[in-house]
């Protein structure tokens, strides 16, 4: 299938930085989400994004579909020590299926 | 409480002994996925399934087979495991037509 370049592919960052990381595709498609996995975990959905140009925040995050319909940026602001995880960002095809990026690694210092 | 289990949590195995890791859901969903996740390479797609005996292929489907003979259950086979299927394995339920998928908590698979 077809890869998502997902960056950076970590990050360590202090407690109160935000945290900006993107995710990109050679081709348009429909759906952009985007998941966190904690440790030991399976991924939780965080933003879910449907149309060019939308933009959804979920308390820090916010996420944006990008007008091209090729990328999309997840932002959060105010790290805390509980966002750290790997965040993924996916893309939705046909009948539900899914593509992920390769992953962001989040680490934050207190 | 909705739930999306996965049994056994972990396993290792030996080459070519068959496997079958299962999974369970109990919020009706249609559609449930399996994905393996390794290093650097994120979550790949194995098998879905959008209905009771509807499957189809992911992305990497190789040695691996499934069944959806109910609605709650869908689990994935390994025939003759090979090392290189070590991996995070994760079942995945959503609603029909729906990307917004709920994980399990995964099945972390050693096979020697």
């Known amino acids: 299938g077809q890869q998502l370049n997902q960056s950076p592919q970590s990050m360590f960052i202090q407690e109160g930085e935000d945290v900006s990381m993107n995710c990109t595709s050679s081709?348009?498609?429909?759906?952009w989400l985007w998941y966190k996995q904690e440790p030991g975990e399976g991924p939780v959905l965080l933003i879910a994004?449907?149309?060019?140009?939308e933009l959804t925040s979920n308390g820090r995050l916010t996420a944006q579909f990008g007008i091209t319909r090729k990328d999309s940026f997840l932002n959060i602001s105010a790290s805390i020590p509980s966002d750290v995880g790997i965040y993924f960002c996916?893309?939705?095809?046909?009948?539900?299926?899914?593509?992920f990026g390769q992953g962001t690694i989040l680490t934050v210092h207190p | 409480e909705a739930q999306v289990t996965q049994n056994p949590r972990y396993l290792i195995t030996v080459t070519g002994k068959k496997l079958t890791v299962t999974c369970s859901q109990n919020?009706?969903?249609?559609?449930m996925s399996w994905y393996r996740q390794d290093p650097g390479l994120g979550l790949r797609q194995i098998y879905y399934?959008?209905?009771?005996?509807?499957?189809d292929k992911g992305d990497v489907p190789e040695g691996y087979k499934v069944s959806r003979k109910e609605k709650r259950n869908f689990p994935l086979i390994l025939e003759s495991p090979s090392p290189n299927q070590t991996s995070l394995y994760f079942c995945?339920?959503?609603?029909?037509?729906?990307?917004?998928?709920?994980f399990g908590p995964g099945t972390r698979l050693t096979v020697t």
């Open positions: 996916a893309r939705g095809t046909s009948y539900g299926k899914l593509t």
């Open positions: 399934s959008m209905n009771v005996e509807v499957t």
């Open positions: 995945a339920t959503s609603q029909r037509v729906s990307y917004e998928q709920y």
């Open positions: 919020m009706n969903h249609e559609y």
């Open positions: 994004l449907y149309k060019a140009g």
């Open positions: 081709s348009i498609f429909n759906t």
